[in-house]
């Protein structure tokens, strides 16, 4: 049986892959904000030895990011590096979990091999140490899977983002205020994530880059009218029409490539991920 460290374990994707992992029987130190920063190398040196390492810590969300651009390439590049450095003098294999990095696309939909333009401190950040992570696999035969997840929703997810705060102004039954309901977004639910996730560790060699999203867009309109399709209400919109700095107008995975070389294919459609939040909502007091 592997042991498996997990960065990150009590944010919204760790909190899933961990319980994911624990329900395996797999053996897993979970590393928290609270055992240090990530960027420490103090906090590296008494983790015991693992065969394979899920690199999900981070400082994330964009509009935090523009107030503290600094912050974010410190804490997620030295972070990542330091999670290399452990893989490279255990012999261990990383999977980072990056983040859209490729701006306003070219084409749709976006392959892998499309070239990265972040547009914003966050993706810079992930795009940066995707370079450490090439470097380490290429230089110091560090075996290194990079995955891209688009945009990944489920129970637990902070409220700021989209589609918790749009279930949360239906649960309250509130007009639902939104700036722009025309950007279209890859949407996947967290649970297709840590399917692929666990298939990463399966075969890893090398250095290894897989994008990861439902395969399809839908606009913020499609979201509220699924919300409100799955709530059984028909609550006012108010839109502003107020297209965010840097906006994205369409955004659409090209999966293929995980879908040959991991055999993963996303289960769970946006109206059927929803339904899931709304009954998880539901039933929490």
């Known amino acids: 049986m592997d042991k498996l460290l997990v960065t990150g374990a009590a944010g919204f994707i760790g909190r899933a892959l961990t319980a994911a992992l624990a329900a395996r029987g797999d053996e897993i130190v979970a590393l928290t904000h609270a055992d240090g920063d990530i960027a420490d190398a103090a906090t590296w040196s008494p983790l015991p030895a693992a065969d394979h390492v899920f690199h999900l810590a981070a400082r994330s ?62 993706a810079l950040s992930k795009f940066l ?16 899977t990079v995955v891209r997840p688009f945009n990944i929703f ?24 939104v700036k722009d309901l ?10 297709d994530l840590i399917a692929a996730l666990l298939r990463t560790i399966e075969d890893p060699r090398g250095h290894r880059l897989f994008n990861l999203g439902s395969g399809e867009s839908h606009s913020t309109q499609d ?18 029409d107020e297209p965010r700095v840097n ?13 040959e070389v991991l055999g993963w294919t996303p289960r769970i459609t946006l109206a059927q991920g929803i339904a899931r939040l709304i009954e998880t909502k539901t039933r929490t007091p």
Do not use: M
């Not at 140490?129 to 290194?144: G, H, K, M, N, T």
């Not at 025309?182 to 649970?191: E, G, Q």
């Not at 699924?226 to 028909?234: D, E, H, I, R």
């Open 154 to 177: 489920g129970p637990g997810q902070r409220k700021e983002f989209l589609i918790p705060s749009i279930v949360e102004q239906v649960r309250r039954r509130e007009p639902i205020r």
């Open 247 to 259: 906006e994205i107008p369409d955004v659409r995975a090209d999966i293929a490539r995980a879908r």
């Open 129 to 144: 140490a995707e370079q450490v992570c090439a470097f380490y696999a290429s230089a110091l035969q560090v075996a290194v």
């Open 61 to 122: 969300y964009v509009p935090d990011s523009w107030q503290d651009p600094a912050g974010f390439l410190s804490t997620n590049i030295g972070g990542t590096t330091q999670a290399l450095d452990y893989c490279r003098r255990n012999g261990a294999h990383l999977v980072f979990v990056s983040a859209y990095v490729y701006g306003v696309p070219k084409r749709l939909p976006i392959a892998e091999d499309d070239p990265p333009e972040p547009n914003n401190p966050y």
């Open 223 to 240: 979201v509220i009218e699924a919300v409100q399709a799955a709530a059984g209400t028909q609550l006012p919109i108010v839109s502003t």
């Open 182 to 191: 025309k950007p279209r977004r890859d949407y996947l639910f967290v649970d």
